[in-house]
């Protein structure tokens, strides 16, 4: 079988299966040695370089995609997010692009505030650390302007933990794993009134929208970390009400939800009476992604 035969009909199929082209691009340059550059200019060597052996593997990996929906990065166990290789499983959720974000705001508020120790230095916490991206991130910039900050990072799910702990190792930054219930690993460490930051990505879609979902989401990666209650806000009233107990004087609080949701979390940290200098951040796309708030002096 030729390669530029295999990628041409493929090319059609996810067309009609109606999966981004690009996805194959990445699957292909995963599992070869080759570059982007042989792609653009269909380099006629190419066949050359692929043995049959790894075009058989790609076409295997190929139909499940387009007939299982099963997400690429499942099928390598590996993805790109910021600058980092995560190693990802049906136990954890695909890091996203959009999250990324997060780590930018979070930076930025350290940057502007480098002259208090307490946040450059102080201990920040990552809830529902799934993959370990942002708790990984973190740590890296941390490390990278060469700070004492301590990254705590908590999960349910004992084999997200596993897979975030190989992500830390593989990523060679230091971040503390603990399994249980948001804040209850950290009321075994006695954090109270100790952390500088809080950052979570967790669940916030609505119960009943994510069995219509993508079946990409809903067939294939954690319901834990998707689901949030009813009205997809349960594990973010959970964040709200109790980070007060945790944070200092000042310290930072960011979650990410959905489009739709940013203005009722808002109203949610002004209720809750611990609270200051509440923002909406956008991301790329125009969608209110994240909340960030202060607690009060």
Do not use: C
Request: proline content about 4%; overall charge negative.
């Amino acid at each position: 079988m030729d390669f530029w035969e295999w990628y041409d009909r493929n090319f059609l199929a996810a067309k009609q299966h109606d999966v981004p082209i690009y996805e194959l691009d990445w699957l292909v340059l995963r599992l070869t040695d080759l570059d982007k550059l042989d792609l653009r200019l269909r380099s006629p060597n190419i066949s050359q370089k692929v043995t049959l052996e790894t075009l058989t593997t790609l076409d295997q990996l190929w139909q499940k995609r387009l007939n299982d929906r099963i997400p690429v990065q499942y099928l390598t166990g590996e993805v790109t997010w910021r600058d980092l290789e995560l190693q990802v499983s049906p136990a954890v959720l695909i890091p996203r692009p959009e999250t990324e974000l997060i780590i930018d705001i979070v930076t930025d508020f350290v940057n502007k505030n480098s002259k208090d120790g307490s946040y450059t230095n102080g201990v920040w916490v990552d809830l529902g650390t799934g993959s370990g991206a942002i708790a990984i991130a973190l740590a890296q910039h941390f490390l990278n302007i060469k700070s004492q900050a301590q990254i705590h990072a908590v999960d349910y799910s004992e084999a997200a933990l596993e897979i975030a702990k190989i992500n830390a190792n593989k990523n060679h930054q230091q971040v503390y794993f603990h399994q249980g219930s948001w804040f209850e690993p950290l009321a075994k460490l006695n954090l109270q009134n100790q952390i500088a930051g809080i950052v979570s990505n967790p669940p916030y879609i609505p119960s009943i929208e994510v069995l219509n979902l993508q079946p990409e989401v809903t067939n294939h990666e954690p319901h834990l970390a998707l689901d949030g209650g009813d009205d997809g806000l349960e594990a973010i009233r959970e964040l709200v009400n109790t980070a007060p107990q945790y944070l200092i004087s000042g310290g930072f609080w960011i979650v990410e939800l959905m489009a739709g949701q940013s203005e009722i979390v808002r109203s949610l940290l002004q209720a809750n009476g611990n609270y200051t200098n509440i923002q909406i951040h956008r991301d790329y796309a125009g969608i209110a992604r994240f909340v960030s708030a202060q607690m009060l002096d």
